[in-house]
């Protein structure tokens, strides 16, 4: 079983289109280009000598010029704590590596391209293992609907048809799916705690929580005083205040640690968009680092103001359920292409990171 972190198949079937999974810091970046990233594969085999071994060999794609380091780490597929960084020979491409027999390891692959600290690394993670048992029960998973979808006679009979057809498809895909269906005009707190007691309950396994619709989204953090870059990549210098104030985070639906942790009471920045605007006691978050793990992978799947679009966002969560359904039962044949043009690139000082 082989898994590479560029787009992990069984969150993109069910619709977990914003997610980043918690560790050890909080710091993320925009979009992945070429220049951060490297084409990993890797292959198993059993030892012959003795077949409760297996023998993972780990190999990536060469730079263009002679890297200033290469290395890895690694650690258990659902561990927060890697190893300790495992150099190689500069120019290596290749490691290999002994596991059991029926487990799996996560492999970071780190070339650092420029000598320059903590700048121009490339990363990629990949997963491995052999005869690895299958999960065919992964636990219950909310599943919170925008409330207005319910009352726009428009598409209500579809909607609640689609919507029963995408309940039905993750059973198929061993979840356990609740359905719960939430005010769009209520507050994030509120939100939460549809999650929070959900999670509580420790009869299954909690997996994780799905966003239809125009759920509440979460506003956090003050990205020209605390020195981090916000979400988007940009600096906060470079044209502020454009990129100031507080950013969408749906992690703190993800945070099953003690409410106080976030607060409303410090933070007082005004952006060039109100949407990132934050001051005390508005109901946006004071964090811009992660106060602690996220414990719950949250997906959002949310169509609304998107002026492109001459259909209502019911209507396009419609289309996106039907596509989704269509994909998990092989119904339409996809290409396997992409197209990239990345005009930003190393050399504009401003390129698209990890």
Same mark, same amino acid.
């Not at 993109?12 to 993320?28: D, E, R, W, Y």
């Not at 071994?53 to 010029?65: A, D, E, H, L």
């Not at 470079?238 to 104030?245: I, L, N, R, T």
């Not at 993800?254 to 106080?260: I, K, L, R």
């Given at each position: 079983?082989?898994?590479?972190?560029?787009?992990?198949?069984?969150?993109?079937?069910?619709?977990?289109?914003?997610?980043?999974?918690?560790?050890?810091?909080?710091?993320?970046?925009?979009?992945? %280009?070429?220049?951060?990233?490297?084409?990993?594969?890797?292959?198993?085999?059993?030892?012959?000598?003795?077949?409760?071994?297996?023998?993972?060999?780990?190999?990536?794609?060469?730079?263009?010029?002679?890297?200033?380091?290469?290395?890895?780490?690694?650690?258990?597929?659902?561990?927060?704590?890697?190893?300790?960084?495992?150099?190689?020979?500069?120019?290596?491409?290749?490691?290999?590596?002994?596991?059991?027999?029926?487990?799996?390891?996560?492999?970071?692959?780190?070339?650092?391209?420029?000598?320059?600290?903590?700048?121009?690394?490339?990363?990629?993670?990949?997963?491995?293992?052999?005869?690895?048992?299958?999960?065919?029960?992964?636990?219950?998973?909310?599943?919170?609907?925008?409330?207005?979808?319910?009352?726009?006679?428009?598409?209500?009979?579809?909607?609640?048809?689609?919507?029963?057809?995408?309940?039905?498809?993750?059973?198929?895909?061993?979840?356990? *799916?609740?359905?719960?269906?939430?005010?769009?005009?209520?507050?994030?707190?509120?939100?939460?705690?549809?999650?929070?007691?959900?999670?509580?309950?420790?009869?299954?396994?909690?997996?994780?929580?799905?966003?239809?619709?125009?759920?509440?989204?979460?506003?956090?953090?003050?990205?020209?005083?605390?020195?981090?870059?916000?979400?988007?990549?940009?600096?906060?210098?470079?044209?502020? *205040?454009?990129?100031?104030?507080?950013?969408?985070?749906?992690?703190?639906?993800?945070?099953?640690?003690?409410?106080?942790?976030?607060?409303?009471?410090?933070?007082?920045?005004?952006? %060039?968009?109100?949407?990132?605007?934050?001051?005390?006691?508005?109901?946006?978050?004071?964090?811009?680092?992660?106060?602690? %793990?996220?414990?719950?992978?949250?997906?959002?799947?949310?169509?609304?103001?998107?002026?492109?679009?001459?259909?209502?966002?019911?209507?396009?969560?419609?289309?996106?359920?039907?596509?989704?359904?269509?994909?998990?039962?092989?119904?339409?044949?996809?290409?396997?292409?992409?197209?990239?043009?990345?005009?930003?690139?190393?050399?504009?000082?401003?390129?698209?990171?990890?």
């Amino acid at each position: 079983m082989i898994k590479s972190n560029k787009i992990l198949g069984l969150l993109s079937k069910i619709g977990f289109c914003l997610i980043i999974t918690a560790v050890s810091f909080t710091q993320t970046f925009a979009q992945v %280009a070429q220049d951060f990233t490297l084409d990993v594969c890797a292959t198993t085999q059993l030892l012959t000598s003795d077949t409760t071994r297996t023998i993972v060999t780990v190999k990536w794609s060469s730079t263009s010029t002679t890297p200033y380091s290469t290395g890895y780490r690694y650690k258990v597929k659902n561990s927060l704590f890697w190893s300790s960084f495992i150099a190689l020979g500069v120019s290596d491409t290749c490691i290999i590596d002994t596991i059991g027999t029926g487990s799996e390891r996560e492999y970071q692959i780190i070339v650092d391209t420029s000598g320059v600290a903590n700048d121009y690394y490339k990363y990629e993670n990949i997963l491995a293992g052999r005869k690895v048992p299958a999960t065919i029960q992964h636990g219950r998973l909310l599943v919170l609907v925008d409330y207005l979808f319910l009352i726009d006679s428009a598409y209500l009979n579809a909607i609640d048809s689609e919507l029963e057809l995408y309940k039905m498809d993750l059973i198929a895909d061993g979840f356990i *799916p609740v359905i719960k269906y939430v005010n769009r005009s209520t507050n994030v707190e509120n939100i939460k705690t549809y999650i929070t007691d959900e999670y509580a309950i420790t009869s299954t396994p909690f997996f994780g929580v799905i966003l239809l619709g125009n759920v509440p989204v979460p506003y956090s953090g003050d990205y020209k005083a605390t020195g981090f870059f916000p979400p988007d990549g940009h600096t906060t210098t470079a044209a502020p *205040p454009s990129h100031e104030g507080a950013w969408a985070t749906d992690l703190y639906y993800g945070d099953m640690s003690v409410s106080t942790l976030w607060t409303d009471t410090i933070t007082n920045n005004l952006g %060039a968009r109100a949407a990132n605007n934050n001051i005390p006691g508005d109901g946006k978050f004071d964090q811009t680092a992660m106060p602690s %793990a996220i414990e719950v992978p949250i997906g959002r799947v949310d169509l609304t103001d998107l002026p492109a679009f001459s259909q209502s966002d019911t209507f396009l969560l419609k289309r996106y359920l039907t596509k989704n359904h269509n994909y998990r039962a092989g119904l339409t044949n996809y290409r396997s292409r992409l197209l990239q043009d990345d005009e930003l690139g190393l050399i504009t000082g401003e390129p698209f990171r990890e």
